[in-house]
């Protein structure tokens, strides 16, 4: 049977994307989507493929008034979190693209999901190179003590930091903090010019047009240091096999996990 998915955002750049990956796929069928401005129309006719034929939906309430297996989040950071919790409360597993959410969020939904017995994996970026990214500065956070996280986006980008950055600094933070040489309340001048401080380290968010998005840290060692970096282009192709594949692991497993490696063989 294939799994049956209800995909917020669905008429998004990302969105759109993933839905129409997932038409040309044997295992995954869209049967809902949500979107405002295409409320009441077929997902289809909105994107010139006739093989999807979900309606769209104004709220992800009313979508998930039809059963799915997997609910895909890909709208807002504003209704992210109530369209997770809606979701789970109709005893879907939940996959979640959008960025924005706070640590708070993700306790919350972690809770909810244990409690009801479904998988709900959190992916800041699809992007292979971004999994890999990740997994490299885990391995170099536990040789190399202090270092600084830079994320790029284009002007219009309302969050910050990007979920990549918030994701990468909450993976660091279960192996140390990074520990400045000089303690930020001891910084002469502008404190916030050295950038926020989230769940251990420090984190740099530009935006600017220009911009697609990019991901950078750096670790600093005396004389040595050591830059990870990922770029992507503009197309929403990078995101779409990680999306799919988290469709397809999400009901393997209960309770919350934050990062698509998570379900990889890395
Ligand atoms: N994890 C990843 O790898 C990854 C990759 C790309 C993007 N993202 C994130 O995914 C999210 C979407 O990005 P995008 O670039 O695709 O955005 P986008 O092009 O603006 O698309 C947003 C989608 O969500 C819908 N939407 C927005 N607000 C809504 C609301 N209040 N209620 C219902 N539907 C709503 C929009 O339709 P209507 O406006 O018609 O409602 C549209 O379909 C962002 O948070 C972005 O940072 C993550």
Redesign the pocket.
């Known amino acids: 049977m294939p799994i049956r998915v209800s995909l917020?955002?669905?008429?998004?750049?990302?969105?759109?994307a993933l839905a129409l990956a997932a038409a040309r796929s044997n295992d995954i069928t869209l049967v809902s989507a949500?979107?405002?401005?295409?409320?009441g129309q077929i997902l289809g006719d909105v994107l010139n493929e006739p093989l999807l034929k979900c309606p769209v939906f104004?709220?992800?309430q009313e979508a998930l008034a039809h059963p799915c297996d997997v609910f895909f989040e890909?709208?807002?950071?504003?209704?992210?979190r109530s369209?997770v919790m809606a979701a789970l409360q109709r005893g879907a597993h939940v996959v979640?693209?959008?960025?924005?959410l706070t640590e708070a969020d993700f306790a919350e939904i972690a809770a909810v999901a244990n409690d009801r017995h479904l998988g709900v994996l959190a992916?800041?970026?699809?992007?292979l190179t971004?999994v890999l990214l990740q997994k490299f500065s885990e391995i170099a956070a536990r040789y190399i003590p202090q270092w600084e996280i830079i994320d790029y986006a284009n002007d219009g980008?309302k969050?910050a930091p990007?979920?990549?950055a918030r994701e990468l600094a909450f993976r660091l933070s279960n192996i140390r903090p990074s520990e400045p040489t000089i303690p930020l309340e001891q910084t002469l001048g502008i404190v916030e010019t050295r950038g926020a401080r989230l769940t251990g380290s420090q984190v740099h968010s530009i935006r600017l047009p220009g911009y697609t998005?990019s991901a950078e840290i750096i670790f600093g060692m005396p004389d040595q240091k050591l830059t990870i970096r990922h770029d992507s282009g503009s197309s929403?192709q990078?995101?779409v096999d990680?999306?799919l594949l988290a469709i397809r692991k999400v009901s393997t497993f209960v309770g919350l996990r934050r990062g698509l490696d998570n379900v990889l063989d890395l």
């Open positions: 917020a955002g669905a008429t998004g750049w990302a969105g759109s949500v979107s405002r401005t295409h409320a104004a709220t992800a890909f709208t807002k950071p504003e209704v992210a369209n979640i693209g959008t960025s924005g992916v800041g970026n699809f992007a971004v980008k969050d990007s979920g990549t998005i929403a990078p995101y990680g999306a």
